[in-house]
Nanobody
Framework: QVQLVESGGGLVQAGGSLRFSCAASGSIFSITTMGWYRRAPGTQRELVAA???????SYADPEKGRFTISRDDAKNTVYLQMNSLQPEDTAVYYCAARVSTSWGYWGQGTQVTVSS
């Protein structure tokens, strides 16, 4: 089992920045990739950014250049730095851990609201 605890998020004006952190515990040796998903009202959950155990990062196209995912293995923590936030970034953001081939573990979700 893997437990994920998120922190960060909140309310910010357009153009502002926020930073998330996600601390993993439990069977962390089984995690191959960590990532951040989000779900905006009326939409499906979508992958925003991910980082592999080896440190390879990937981003959804709209987030490239604005969001940065990073990891601190000593703290078993993954971060998401979000810059130049826009109202369309308003969503609930979830930390996720991939074990084998599936995203099987999820954080509690954190609301981000970007006001125009």
């Amino acid at each position: 089992q893997v437990q994920l605890v998120e922190s960060g998020g909140g309310l910010v004006q357009a153009g502002g920045s926020l930073r998330f952190s996600c601390a993993a515990s439990g069977s962390i040796f089984s995690i191959t990739t960590m990532g951040w998903y989000r779900r905006a009202p009326g939409t499906q959950r979508e992958l925003v950014a991910a980082v592999t155990r080896g440190g390879v990062t990937s981003y959804a196209d709209p987030e490239k250049g604005r969001f940065t995912i990073s990891r601190d293995d000593a703290k078993n923590t993954v971060y998401l730095q979000m810059n130049s936030l826009q109202p369309e970034d308003t969503a609930v953001y979830y930390c996720a851990a991939r074990v084998s081939t599936s995203w099987g573990y999820w954080g509690q979700g954190t609301q981000v609201t970007v006001s125009s």
